[in-house]
């Protein structure tokens, strides 16, 4: 089957630095990323939307200067967290859907950020 | 516009009793229903998902789900409860030709032994 991974799996970072995750789908070509966020014991909130080779589209209310998405090529896309503060602090999933066109995102195993 | 909404943030069975986790949307297209499961500190498993055809729809671990387009709903149900079914669900919808997923606030399972 279809699978995403991300690295890191978890990261601790300080204040005020910048810390990149990165999505890659190991056995299919994404066209399209998504960046979701999830605080504990809630649902999953989506960040952006990243297409290969152009700008992400970033959902209300997210800073796009400080969520920094590339996507580079057809099975990585990174999202850098800049200048992160504690409230940054989430965990932070990605999902790839295949461009074979079907309406089916795989989802990766998430990333543990915790900024102190 | 699309959205979802779960009823019972918490749920609790005892295993083997039957398992009924429920999710209604919203959606002004004719949606993609699909449910999903998580542990802790882990990303989303697809349980099972509907997209066109038969709207009764089984998927893993002994999961299925039922499209009810005049209800709104695509509730999950298991027959008998197991210990390792204990995790967070989640429903969520997607367009037929948009990308972006809708998830419900998620429903918690407990299994009592």
């Known amino acids: 089957g279809a699978v995403v991974s991300q690295h890191p799996s978890w990261v601790i970072c300080k204040s005020g630095t910048s810390v990149k995750i990165e999505c890659r789908s190991l056995?299919?070509?994404?066209?399209?990323m998504f960046w979701y966020r999830q605080f504990p014991k809630q649902s999953l909130m989506l960040m952006a939307t990243s297409n290969e080779g152009s700008k992400a589209t970033y959902e209300q209310g997210v800073e796009k200067d400080k969520f920094l998405i590339n996507h580079a090529s057809l099975t990585l896309s990174t999202l850098t967290v800049t200048s992160a503060h504690p409230e940054d602090s989430s965990f932070y999933i990605c999902?790839?859907?295949?461009?074979?066109?079907?309406?089916?995102?795989?989802f990766g195993p998430g990333t543990r950020l915790t900024v102190t | 516009a699309q959205s979802v909404t779960q009823l019972g943030s918490h749920v609790s069975v005892s295993e083997g009793a039957l398992v009924l986790l429920r999710c209604n949307y919203s959606s002004s297209v004719p949606p993609y229903l699909f449910w999903y499961v998580q542990y802790p500190n882990q990303g989303l498993q697809l349980l099972l998902k509907y997209t066109t055809g038969a709207t009764l729809v089984k998927g893993i671990n002994g999961f299925e789900a039922e499209f009810k387009k005049s209800e709104t709903s695509f509730h999950l149900t298991k027959p008998s409860a197991h210990m390792s079914d204990a995790a967070e669900y989640f429903c969520?919808?997607?367009?037929?030709?948009?990308?972006?997923?809708?998830f419900g606030t998620g429903t918690s399972l407990t299994v009592i032994p």
């Open positions: 969520a919808v997607s367009g037929m030709t948009g990308n972006q997923f809708y």
């Open positions: 056995d299919f070509q994404a066209t399209t």
């Open positions: 999902s790839a859907r295949d461009a074979g066109g079907r309406n089916e995102q795989y």
